[in-house]
């Protein structure tokens, strides 16, 4: 070894056992902060067993806020330091995935979402920032295995180490699920990233430029500067597909969130679950609005099995009685199943004033729900039938079935454990001696201990009566009961009866922030559907007009956002890839449709290969059987050649990629070349095209200058 290549190892050695230094402390001081974690939650607990009811109340924020915290430090183990920044001032800190100060206060690690640590992500030679040096730290656990640096001043900066920490980072050949990248975010993503959370964001850009990663470290930076607007599940991520969101499953958590929604099209209706698509043809007539006309008056019409005769009352008659329901109802917004007491009214008008049997009315207008009126084909949901069971949950409305109050004696024979106390009650525990439940609690918000025997009724009774008139109401006798748990106890008699409370339905899921990936797919009737859930959030839409291959997919990003019903757009765009390389990147822009720009790819090398083959299968058996590969087909092929079907394939990416038969991607629907740009671009480091038919002819052009 020469002389200076041993003084740059002995050199990195030295800045390694420096960062070291710093990642023992912090290691250190995570142990201390999860000891403390335990403390606030065993406290908690300590807390909701003995003092005023109000202890319930602490003990549930306490264990609450203690587990979520012991959630945070555990999530964040791997490579809590990535970073470091050298200011031109002198000062110095480490960036991290999580904010941990020392036990004076004083920050060992910054937040990456903290406004502090922006200059580690923006700061460039051409802008400073007042940074002298950017350190990339690797570890593998505790242990750091590796630094980069970056002078962006132009000074003599010391101990200077390292090479390329993103080109090393985007030539990691890729795993089944998608990795964050918080060590590696550029200028342009950051400025996306940390964009106001008002209004709709648009991030568009090609293959390759980290939408998407781009998009789930928004939400986590939503979730850490606005926490108390954003948490407890008030953030929702669509993805295009139960593959894409089971891929970037485990970003966010790995990013220390755990509380965002992440749903694919498919599941956004509850109940069903869908992930096959239907064929082109198929799916432009359920994603049309015209569609909203169809349904409604499928809402509306009569049942299957229904009876044509009501006494005196035809069929005819009963079709005009339905007809007029309808426009009494529709001018009144009464949705279907809120209209059973207009029909009884308007048949019993028929029937000169006699009452219309239930029975009739069972059947005849029965509570319905989405999946009675449109029944699944052959018994599967498709993607493209979720907005429309959607839609017709929003047209029929809730039923509105009678609330049948289920008797005390068969809630203590069929209930299992502890309910919510309705009022005051008292019972007998061997435990804890006498009892005192007040309303909405399952727990007792006071106990005797051994003080009153278990036949001390009237002691305990008294006892029982100064504890609620501490809480407000006067006791003025005592009846028979049972308390939460079943046991037979006594309830007071108060001068005042407590306020009932309504009941109150389940309200549906309000979010605050729709994060939307792959937008450009979207149907005018998936616009719909993400519009309901999206109607007092703001937005983060992420996509490509490149790999548009919906029939009704938007022409432009604006008609898009109003598709959605927003305004206020807000365009940033990522005109740099990181992934895909060069030859690839520029072989799939001959596919790309005309006025779309192609990306800009930061990575060198790549391999392309072409061939044209008599048997698809033995070809496939002969690429696999030399490197593990990712073989893409057409759907129609896909299963008969143990392969990924090309309308599965959005926003995933491979280390190697074999892909099928082009010619038949691109005949099969009518953005069959958007399709098949899709899968071209899903390689980042070699790409084989395997073809028994003729290429496009796109692809056998040469490439534009």
Known sequence: MSELASELVSETERQIAVEQQVVDKVYDRLEVMRAQAREVKQEGHSRGMSGPPTGLVERDVLVLGAAARMSDLDGQEDGIVFGRLDFEDGYTYRVGRLGVRDEDKEPLVVDWRAPAAAPFYRATPGEALGVDRRRVITCEGPKVVGLDDEVLSGKDVEGV????????????????????????????????????????????????????????????????????????????????????????????????????????????????????????????????????????????????????????????????????????????DIKPNGARPVAARVLTGLLDGRTVPDAFLDVWWPPLTPQDVLPAQDGEWTVDDVPLLDELAEILGTPELPKARVPEWQLRELGSGARLAETFVMSWSLNNGWQLYAPGLATPMAATGDSLEATD?????????????????????????????????????????????????????????????????????????????????????????????????????????????????????????????????????????????????????????????EDLAGAIADEKGEKEAAVIAPDHLAAALGAIPVSQVKGLEYDRVVLVEPADIVAAEPRGMNRLYVALTRAVAELVVLHTKPLPAALTEPAAS
């Open 161 to 332: 180490v390292g090479e390329g920490a993103l080109l090393r980072s985007i030539t990691r050949e890729r795993g089944e699920h998608m990795r964050d990248i918080v060590t590696t975010i550029q200028r342009e993503q950051d400025e996306a990233i940390r964009a106001p959370a008002t209004g709709v964001t648009l991030i568009s850009g090609g293959p390759g430029t980290g939408k998407t990663q781009v998009a789930l470290h928004r939400a986590a930076y939503l979730l850490y500067t606005d926490r108390g607007k954003f948490s407890d599940g008030r953030v929702l991520v669509v993805g295009p597909s139960t593959v894409f969101t089971e891929y970037i499953g485990k970003v966010l958590p790995g990013l220390g969130e755990d509380s965002v929604h992440l749903r694919a099209l498919g599941e956004l209706f509850d109940g069903v679950v869908a992930t096959r698509r239907d064929s082109a043809e198929v799916a432009r007539a359920k994603g049309d609005l015209t569609m909203v006309r169809v349904l409604t008056d499928l809402a509306w019409d009569t049942p299957p099995g229904a009876p044509d005769r009501l006494g005196p009352l035809t069929a005819d008659v009963l079709a005009k009685a339905r007809a007029d329901i309808r426009k009494q109802c529709e001018a009144k």
């Open 457 to 613: 009724y009237w002691a305990a009774q008294r006892w029982a009566a100064a504890v609620i008139l501490r809480e407000g109401h006067k006791v003025t006798g005592w009846r028979d009961g049972f308390d939460p748990y079943g046991e037979e106890g006594y309830v007071p008699v108060l001068a005042e009866p407590l306020p009932v409370a309504e009941a109150e339905e389940a309200a549906p899921d309000v979010y605050l922030h729709v994060i939307l990936d792959e937008a450009q797919d979207l149907s005018p009737m998936e616009c719909r559907m993400i519009a309901r859930r999206a109607a007092h959030a703001s937005m983060t839409i992420v996509g490509d007009l490149g790999q548009a291959t919906h029939p009704l997919a938007a022409g432009t990003w604006p008609e898009l956002v109003r598709r959605l019903g927003k305004r206020n757009l807000r365009m940033l765009d990522l005109p740099t890839g990181y992934r895909v390389p060069q030859v690839i990147a520029d072989f799939a822009a001959r596919a790309l449709a005309e006025g779309i720009e192609p990306t800009r790819s930061f990575r060198p090398g790549g391999t392309l290969t072409i061939r044209q083959v």
